[in-house]
Antibody, heavy 116, light 110 residues
Framework: QVQLQESGPGLVRPSQTLSLTCTVS??????????WTWIRQPAGKGLEWIGR???????SYNPSLKSRVTISVDTSKNQFSLKLSSVTAADTAVYYC????????WGQGTLVTVSS | QTVVTQEPSLTVSPGGTVTLTCASS?????????PNWFQQKPGQAPRALIY???NKHSWTPARFSASLLGGTAALTLSGVRPEDEAEYYC??????????FGGGTKLTVL
């Protein structure tokens, strides 16, 4: 059973870079079966798909965030990461890592607040 | 910018049937969009119900079914139970890769 766990700072200053890591357990991040995905949800609002990466290192990003987002994989640590640059208060949200599709696994989510 | 549209809210009586839809601003939704459906209850992470248009997960109750209906992706709940009260989101993939969530449907069982 694959389990995902997000980690990273809960508070980020405006204009800085938000960095989150998702640690995968119970499975290998090198598996070609999964697209490792980041999703976020501002308080009281809907879900927003941020982007995903495959072990082949093919990535796909939300066009509205593409200029600020990087998703990468660290096979040595069985982790994948999200970096979102030049953050503003609008980036305050619960951030989830997940795999979607036939294998649906989600982290519990981590709240990131952008504030000075 | 691509927009995925869902009904903002729906109300159904216990034991009744309700259909939620998911439309794309680009035109008719087909299997090429690999529609996914998720259920989210307050304070919880979302959980998938349907992937790739019709496919259920092992935990998806039999009363949930999915289809393509009139150019939209659709999720039908039959024999609705009080525990089905939740927010429901659809997810479509564009060019097979870029995902876009719908705004969500708040389903009330009353």
């Amino acid at each position: 059973q694959v389990q995902l766990q997000e980690s990273g700072p809960g508070l980020v200053r405006p204009s800085q870079t938000l960095s989150l890591t998702c640690t995968v357990s119970g499975g290998s991040i090198s598996s070609g079966s999964y697209y490792w995905t980041w999703i976020r949800q501002p308080a009281g609002k809907g879900l927003e798909w941020i982007g995903r990466i495959h072990i082949s290192e093919s990535t796909s990003y939300n066009p509205s965030l593409k200029s600020r987002v990087t998703i990468s994989v660290d096979t040595s640590k069985n982790q994948f990461s999200l970096k979102l640059s030049s953050v503003t208060a609008a980036d305050t949200a619960v951030y989830y890592c997940a795999t979607l599709g036939s294998s649906d696994y989600w982290g519990q989510g981590t709240l990131v607040t952008v504030s000075s | 910018q691509t927009v995925v549209t869902q009904e903002p809210s729906l109300t159904v009586s216990p034991g009744g049937t309700v259909t939620l839809t998911c439309a794309s601003s680009t035109g008719a939704v087909t299997t090429d969009y690999y529609p996914n459906w998720f259920q989210q209850k307050p304070g919880q992470a979302p959980r998938a119900l349907i992937y790739s248009t019709y496919n259920k997960h092992s935990w998806t109750p039999a009363r949930f079914s999915a289809s393509l209906l009139g150019g939209t992706a659709a999720l039908t709940l039959s024999g609705v139970r009080p525990e089905d009260e939740a927010e429901y989101y659809c997810l479509l993939y564009y060019r097979g890769a870029q995902g876009v969530f719908g705004g969500g449907t708040k389903l009330t069982v009353l």
